[in-house]
């Protein structure tokens, strides 16, 4: 047991919708650090705080209903529990969260937690709604029932937190709880699958062996063994329980539901059992099969406008700042290398990170205040029918939308999603969706290649494009995603168990922390994977070139505009330096490793129609898709500020031709872009935050390499089809 000169390690777990996560965000007072448990997906969470000269060091564990684990991802919890997690300390104390008003549903994880004989402390939160629920529980009797300390909280208001952080001191010299006695042909079965081991484990694992049929916990035992007549021997235990009348499952609920309702019966009143309240004559209109899915909706376009398009103009504002600072790096850093590696390397790299902010805020605000207020369940709840097609669920429904406008808060958004496969199916699809960043490549190309043509009359030939390629993503995510299921991501489809928590008043402290917290831990961790690539990205634009008379004609144009009224010179001769400024761009960025790998690549993008120019400006894009625009200007010596309207950029790519006199660019060939675009994953910050979110590489490479295929042979086919069909 802990003492004053070490922390004290304690667990904090309970059911989805019990205000956990607020709960430990009031506890932590926001020093929360943020990481993934050893090995897996999922998020992880610890903060440490003193009691009475105590340090208390707290982990947040996945919220769930039981411990009755399904994948590596679920059985996290056990596994910190039992204290063979990885690198983690086995908790001393644990803390089970439940929601007062539900008391009989939530303690079936706390009669579980009893098997672990681990001292508990029982947080009853969300005290003041099961008062307004007519639900009165003496706590002094059911403290004594249970022999645990049982704490009330209001965990958003910051009500009862001094008492579980006194709770907590208190129970780590408690005696163990009383736990339900194991049913007696169970308990012999325990005993019986302990001999099969030379160092039996723990009997909390034989017990969730027995019952978790096809579980993880089984999984896990047969490979201590190393035999596969240990699995032969549960199924042998399993049929003499079933034979002596203890069917599994069913059995579990049945015993530990009347142990909790034996322990209830004289400490929980409810003085309006069986009325209707608010939120069930609210849920009338906003689950119903018609109206609901209206207003689900309408919700679903505001979040996607909130993060559309209230978040650009912080956005442009980014952006002028990003212009202001290096603009101020210009005017007194001389043309070289060291204003290039900070105008183009450090000031592009942390604007192409901080830039997506606003987003992220944006999203996880839409989020917050959705969950907290109880309308996400709901939300969710309709969007199930939705992504049946995907093999999903409806939670997996607000990040693919949200991945519309940009795919980095999209993937991040999947943090609400508890299963794990379904977590990561969600993560790989979602920067198919055709997000803004493309919208510049399908304007310059459709307005310089596509016919200002109307079908029938009034349907534009154009915005029939437009319209397409957002949806070309979308309708190959169906069949990837069942791939996924099917090769990567095998097992069970979850099941959709969704509570339904009462409505309430969001709180701006809770929701407010959230926001913050994802904030900060989007610029601390995958905005430095991001500076780093793009850092990456201008080095291999750069070198190994040699820049000495780029800089002494960018010298002369500067000096020419900081003194035009004193330097005699005419127009045309300020023409001829710019165009050699820009031809000496283009050149360079021929010659450096960028261009060589253009130049490399050019036999493997010929089949597409494509030139080593396309090649260099799509490798050039990797940092954010609408760089192609300015590395297809740089490359065409235009400079590097022509954007998707630049009338000179599409002339210039109109008189674009192969060496014997064709056309590089023609219709099937500009479709083939677009169709490669809208699939292909050119854009660092979205894998880096995959990197982080999976906690690993190998989905990033993954994802990297699975939709450039997919985009090359969608750009393949784009081409020939076409090129066919104008024959």
Known sequence: MSNAAGPLHVALIGNPNTGKSTLFNALSGQNVR????????????????????????????????????????????????????????????????????????????????????????????????????????????????????????????????????SAILAAKNQSLPQRPNLPAELAAAVSDLRSEFDSPPADFLLLRGLLDINGETEKRLAKLTHDKTFLDALNCHREKLATSGFRIPVAESRWRYDWIREHLKHCVVSTQAGQRTLSDRIDKVLTHRIGGVFVF????????????????????????????????????????????????????????????????????????????????????????????????????????????????????????????????????????????????????????????????????????????????????????????????????????????PDYKTPSWKVVGGRVLEQGREFLVRAGTLIFCTSILVWAAAYFPGDHTHLYEVQTELENIEQNETLIDISQEKIDELVAEHNQLNGELIEASYLGQAGHFIAPAIRPLGWDWKIGVAVIASFPAREVVIAAMGTIYSLGADVDEESSDLKETMKKATWSDGRPIFTLPVALSIMVFFALCSQCAATLMVIRRETNSWRWALFTFTYMTLLAYAGAWVTVQVGNWLLV
Request: hydrophobic content about 50%; overall charge negative.
């Open 297 to 500: 909706l309408l919700t679903m376009l505001l979040v996607f406008q909130a993060i559309y398009t209230f978040a650009a103009p912080f956005s442009d504002a980014i952006g002028s700042v990003q212009d202001s600072a290096s603009a101020g790096v210009e005017s007194v850093v001389p043309p070289g290398i060291l204003r290039s590696l900070l105008v183009d390397g450090a000031i592009a790299g942390v604007g192409g990170v901080v830039v997506f902010l606003p987003q992220i805020v944006f999203l996880f605000l839409c989020i917050g205040i959705l969950e907290d207020c109880g309308y996400m369940a709901r939300a969710a709840f309709l969007a199930d029918r939705l992504m049946a097609p995907l093999g999903l669920n409806g939670r997996s429904f607000v990040p693919l939308m949200s991945s519309f406008a940009c795919a980095v808060p999209g993937i991040m958004a999947t943090r609400t999603i508890e299963n794990w496969r379904d977590r990561m199916v969600t993560i790989l699809i979602a920067p198919l969706m055709s997000c803004s960043a493309r919208w510049p490549v399908y304007m310059l190309l459709t307005s310089a290649f596509v016919p200002d043509e109307y079908l029938g009359g009034w349907l534009s030939l154009r915005a029939l494009v437009l319209f397409g390629m957002h949806f070309v993503g979308l309708i190959l995510a169906i069949p990837i995603a069942w791939i996924l299921r099917k090769f990567w991501f095998q097992g069970e489809s979850s099941l959709f168990v969704m509570e339904m």
């Open 34 to 165: 943020t990481g993934n448990f050893p090995g897996v997906t999922v998020e992880a969470k610890s903060t440490t705080f003193t009691v009475d000269g105590q340090q208390i060091h707290l982990t947040d564990l996945p919220g769930t209903y039981s411990l009755s684990p399904r994948s590596l991802d679920e059985m996290v919890a056990v596994d910190v529990l039992l204290g063979t997690a990885a690198n983690m300390t086995a908790p001393e104390v644990v803390v089970c969260v439940a929601d007062a008003a539900n008391l009989e549903r939530n303690l079936y994880l706390y009669t579980q937690l009893l098997d672990l004989n681990l001292p508990l402390v029982l947080v009853l939160n969300m005290w003041d709604n099961a008062g307004r629920k007519g639900i009165e529980v003496d706590i002094e009797k059911l403290q004594a029932s249970l022999g645990v300390h049982v704490v009330t909280t209001v965990a958003d208001k910051g009500v009862g937190i001094a008492d579980v952080k």
